[in-house]
């Protein structure tokens, strides 16, 4: 058998959607290297390069045989009383099942007989020859081809002029090197050979001839200016852009999918520093920074302050020796940009926010809950809701009536300009502007500083690690915003299905729990939603029985994101807490209790206790007979409680959940006796009831801070 070789394939076409490029790129090679594997050319550890760049994909498989090697099969035929007669000749129906797998009666004689179920079968052994590299190659890029991620393919002719082929973008170049040996495949009218493209503009040879699978990288940048590599030339701007902005004594904004379109844009990156006016600075920072980054894939430079500068970055796809004219050209374009921005954010100042609450009632929301500004009054509505709770609740940071009504007030002044922002300029033009314009416009306006915060807050958290609302009024906006969302298509039956969810409730919910977990809210969760529904006015059903359940999943995954295991989530939300501030402590305490030598033995004492109290009839009431308690370990057990219960209660109740589940380690030894030496079903029933009693008392006591008996292995 011939020495295994490198492969290279590449496919040169024109220029990719660059928002698609990685994973076309990634897809390309890993289907292609994967279909080798399988048909046994390439080793199961063999190394996959992919490629990608604006006009090519390509891939590099290492140890690629020329032919893979011949495999026995065994093939199942039929019954043996299906294919044989009874003096062992075979049936018509064995010599045409041999007939379709290529064989004839001359095989009969040497058919294995082997048990399958409950019958013999007849089976045939034969050694299948392996593939050629030429057969497998071809399946695996008609394979690769026909899996590519394509947002959209469009249909072209190819050069006889009559045939159309279907494609993401027209195809011009095939190359597969199998070592130095050019491998004879076809696509999309192409057959396979060893030249490739350059850069459009800045290759040494505009045709590259590659000498072999290995050398495809080095000669593209070295004769083609082209870097091919996706992660490599992703690097080599980030290096770039990092040397760039260093020598203003700036930084480039973060921003990791810019990164990657950029790179998908260009065949041989060169950063280059531009500016614009500075009066263009007066504009609110977060609109220069998205027009800039949006429309023309510029970074724009900060101070080390975070606060942009007139400065920016552009990647370019050619070096010449004097890039003014390139520099002059994107500045040129970016002005008018620029000057949009400020064009809508002047306009925008020349109406007030209130102005535009009017406007909101012609602003559809939701074809079934009304308009913008009906939906505005129930967020309204829900502040008060909610301020309302917080005083019932008393929370330790707005405990005074007066900081109750000026939170009250300040909330519902944001509430209700809230979704102004909707209506300006501004946002039409860039939506991702939501509520940042909403804060400035009102900080314009002289409006208080927490009320403006409030309104550019309320979207927060808008994803995944993003910061939760600065202040009490945007928390109170933010919460009573989400929960309008979400009690209102719950209640409308419009529930996220599989991995569906148009309108971010999965997101909603999680927000939700992440404000009342993190600022810690002593708001109690099925209240709020209950006294939510009313607010519809008769639009909707009580949605709360599904938002539930909904909330304690997305609580349960965002736990075990967090690094809490499933039994330590399990125990805790077993009991179903109303006050999610509260789940943190719970779970810290429940880790603590399982690192106690004494956790495993009460775990799993508490989880037959519930088993026992589960089967008994009728219902168990936690209340014990001292006159009754006949067995000296049944006494030890109901004094030891006497002494933990109150210790572990006043512990719970000052919120001091790993004090409370410790200091019922002490129960260990009594409870252990209690089951070597009491029957707890005994025949006299009032005997019986009376350690049931002991039990429920025992299991409500161990029970307060989680569900132990979810801990017991």
């Not at 890039?323 to 008018?336: H, Q």
């Not at 009728?618 to 004094?639: C, D, I, P, R, S």
């Amino acid at each position: 058998m011939s020495t295994p070789k490198n492969l290279l394939v590449e496919l040169f076409v024109e220029e990719l959607p660059p928002k698609a490029l990685k994973k076309l790129g990634e897809s390309f090679a890993s289907t292609l290297a994967a279909s080798l594997k399988a048909s046994g050319l390439a080793a199961a550890d063999a190394a996959v390069t992919p490629f990608a760049s604006p006009r090519r994909l390509a891939v590099h498989v290492t140890g690629v045989a020329a032919r893979a090697a011949d495999k026995a099969v065994q093939q199942k035929l039929m019954p043996v009383a299906v294919a044989l007669t009874a003096d062992g000749q075979p049936t018509p129906a064995l010599l045409k099942k041999l007939a379709s797998v290529g064989a004839d009666a001359s095989v009969v004689p040497s058919l294995k007989r082997q048990p399958d179920g409950k019958a013999e079968a007849l089976f045939l052994d034969s050694v299948v020859a392996g593939a050629s590299l030429q057969e497998g190659l071809q399946k695996a890029l008609d394979e690769a081809l026909a899996r590519l991620p394509i947002p959209k393919v469009m249909s072209y002719q190819l050069a006889d002029g009559w045939t159309s082929v279907n494609f993401v973008r027209p195809a011009h170049g095939l190359v597969a090197l199998h070592g130095a040996d050019v491998v004879p495949v076809a696509t999309l009218g192409l057959v396979a050979g060893r030249t490739t493209t350059g850069h459009r503009f800045e290759a040494a040879n505009p045709t590259v001839t590659l000498r072999d699978a290995d050398s495809y990288a080095d000669q593209l940048v070295g004769e083609g200016a082209v870097i091919p590599g996706f992660d490599a030339r992703r690097a080599e701007i980030v290096r770039q852009l990092a040397a760039a902005a260093a020598r203003q004594g700036l930084k480039p904004i973060d921003d990791e999918a810019l990164l990657d379109e950029v790179c998908a844009l260009v065949e041989r990156p060169n950063v280059l520093t531009c500016q614009f006016e500075p009066e263009f600075l007066e504009v609110p920072q977060e609109c220069l920074i998205l027009t800039m980054k949006a429309n023309q894939k510029y970074f724009p430079l900060l101070d080390a302050q975070g606060k942009l500068t007139n400065k920016f970055l552009i990647v370019s796809n050619i070096r010449p020796e004097d890039p003014s004219a390139v520099i002059g050209g994107n500045e040129r374009v970016v002005r008018p940009r620029l000057a949009d921005a400020k064009f809508f954010f002047d306009q925008d100042r020349k109406k007030t926010l209130e102005s535009r609450v009017a406007g909101l009632a012609k602003v559809v929301y939701h074809g079934r809950l009304g308009t913008q500004g009906e939906r505005t009054e129930r967020v309204r509505a829900l502040t008060h809701l909610i301020v309302r709770q917080l005083g019932e609740h008393q929370a330790a940071s707005v405990q005074s009536h007066d900081e109750l009504q000026m939170l009250a007030h300040k909330a519902d002044q944001a509430a209700l300009l809230a979704k102004t922002d909707l209506l300006t300029d501004m946002v039409g033009e860039f939506p991702e502007l939501q509520g940042i314009m909403g804060g400035y416009y009102a900080r314009f306006e002289g409006l208080r500083d927490g009320v403006a915060i409030a309104i550019e807050d309320h979207y927060k958290p808008r994803f995944a690690g993003d910061a939760l609302p600065r202040n009490h009024t945007g928390t109170v906006v933010a919460l009573a915003d989400k929960l309008e969302t979400l009690v209102g298509l719950f209640g409308i039956g419009q529930l996220p299905t599989g991995d569906k969810d148009p309108f971010a409730l999965r997101r909603h919910a999680l927000g939700v729990i992440r404000i009342l977990v993190e600022k810690n809210l002593p708001l109690d969760l099925p209240e709020l939603l209950r006294s939510a529904a009313p607010v519809f006015g008769g639009l909707i059903e009580d949605p709360t029985p599904k938002l539930l359940p909904f909330f304690a999943d997305r609580l349960a995954v965002s736990l075990r994101e967090q690094g809490y295991s499933a039994q330590e989530v399990d125990a805790v939300l077993a009991l179903a807490p109303t006050r999610l501030g509260e789940v943190p402590r719970r779970l810290a305490a429940v880790r603590a209790f399982a690192g106690l030598p004494e956790a495993a033995s009460l775990a799993a004492a508490n989880k037959r206790i519930g088993n026992i109290l589960k089967k008994a009839e009728g219902e168990v009431e936690a209340k014990v007979n001292t006159a009754l308690l006949q067995e000296a370990a049944e006494q030890a057990l109901f004094e030891a409680l006497g002494t933990v219960q109150p210790e572990a209660d006043r512990l719970f109740e000052q919120g001091d959940h790993a004090g409370s589940l410790k200091a019922l380690a002490a129960l260990k030894t009594p409870v252990d006796a209690f089951f070597d030496d009491v029957m707890v079903n005994a025949e006299d029933a009032q005997l019986r009831a009376n350690r049931l009693g002991l039990l429920k008392t025992l299991h409500e006591a161990m029970n307060r801070v989680a569900d132990l008996s979810r801990l017991a292995a």
